[in-house]
């Protein structure tokens, strides 16, 4: 055992994503000693929604806890959570969790015609058009497929602040977390009586909202021993939404000028804003604490197809082998089109797309070519996202900040600094944004020096001039994708 006792803070760090977890163990000076991966597990019953076992969820948790800590001897000061949004847990009525509703169970849209007459009801107290997204209705579509399951919920938290259950008995979620539920006023900013009763959850405890940064002392000692902590006086901080958290660690809590690049499953180009603006084509979340409001534009899914179309083409392939194939000023004249939309049309339509290649099917086609493809179909459709928001917003911006794991592609900030003419800066530590949002959470909760939290600049990428990759763009933007299935 490692023995690094220095009259330092160290932190637990864990976030919650959607496909994965990481634990990570940082001082207080963001030196980080380890981070451990854990696969999330999700279960699916016959109607197709899907679940997450609760007890398999904490063992994995334990486990990969423990393997962070068990070679260095110290004491965790505080540990905080950041969770993906939209995935929540159910409790009954003694306050144990029964099971957790992921953010990829959509079991809920099977229904929303249900709710069709409520939609701008809905629309204008919580800026989102009514869907499975949301927990209002995957509660409604539980209630409909297994009723047997939805009467034995009590309550609900979301993923961030289970932790603040299982550690400290505190049924609390952050603002930024409540605000994914559709039962939350979000102009308000509190929980609404007439969306309660439109989604027939007046059944339902509501968790007591309390912000990001609060903290609270760890009564569940046994469960510290559990996640391999030996000391009791640690103590547990509200964390929040991991969108929210990325946005934390690269920039400052009063930035409301730069935009920011969350790249990992999705891509959102995000900004804080005082004052919130409700438009179709983009979410309006709130930031940690619920003060500001965050403008989303969300390509939908991008890095997830990046990272499957390479493993389905070229596995023992590296990404930078693949992107040293692609020219940006000599674009093959092969497109992709894979991104999804965040909003559903109003016909409900579903969108498709594919590999577009100008017939007779070229001889020369590689796989290198097909992935970068998808790699140039990311990078336009981030920059599209971008180029709407400054149209809507009518203001110049400066540069976009970056970070994910979607950032360890070189083209991809590339392609989005060429169209849309503004900088694209990579800060350290840019593939764990979550976590390091985490770090600052807690640093500021404990009023620990910010100096030391200061981001460097890793990479950063400047427009360059490519009349090849603009009019690459300007194909790909008018691709024809009118091949749709309506919804029954």
Known sequence: ??????????????????????????????????IQHVKNVYQKDNFGGMFIDFKLFLNNLEIVTKRVLETFDINISAITVSGARQTFFCLNKNKKVIFGIPNIDDRGNRFVSKYSKFQQLVFD?????????????KLAGLREERPELFHKVYSFTSLSELFALLFCDKCIIEPSQAAETQIFNLFEKCWDPELISIFQLDS?????????QTIYQITNKDLLRKFGIRNDDCKFIVGGADTQLAMKAVLPDNEKNTLCLVSGTTSPINLRTKTPDINKDHWLDLDL?????????????TGLNYEKAKKFFLPNS??????ETVDLNNIQNIFASFTTQSFLKKNNARKYGGFFISPPFPDSITKEQLIGAIA?????????????LKRDQNFNYKSIVACGGGLNSRIIPQVVANITDLPVKVYENFQEPSI????????????KNNQSSISKVRFEYYPQESKALQDSFEVWENLNLSIIQNKE
Not at 289 to 301: C, D, R, T
Not at 376 to 388: C, E, M, P, T, Y
């Open 1 to 34: 055992m490692v023995n690094i006792m220095n009259n330092k803070d160290f932190y637990l760090l864990i976030d919650v994503g959607t496909g994965s977890s990481r634990v990570a163990l940082v001082d207080e000076d963001r030196r980080i000693y380890d």
């Open 318 to 323: 590296s990404y930078q082998s693949i992107e």
């Open 436 to 447: 390091m949002g985490c770090f600052e959470v807690i640093n500021s909760a404990l009023n």
């Open 204 to 212: 339902i405890s509501l968790p007591e909202l309390v912000v990001s």
């Open 376 to 388: 140039l179909d990311i990078g336009f459709s981030i920059a599209r996202k971008v180029k709407q």
């Open 289 to 301: 604490k619920g003060n500001n409001y965050v403008l989303e534009y969300n390509p939908g899914v």
């Open 125 to 137: 107290k919580t800026a989102r058009n009514i869907s499975g997204d949301f927990l209002a209705m």
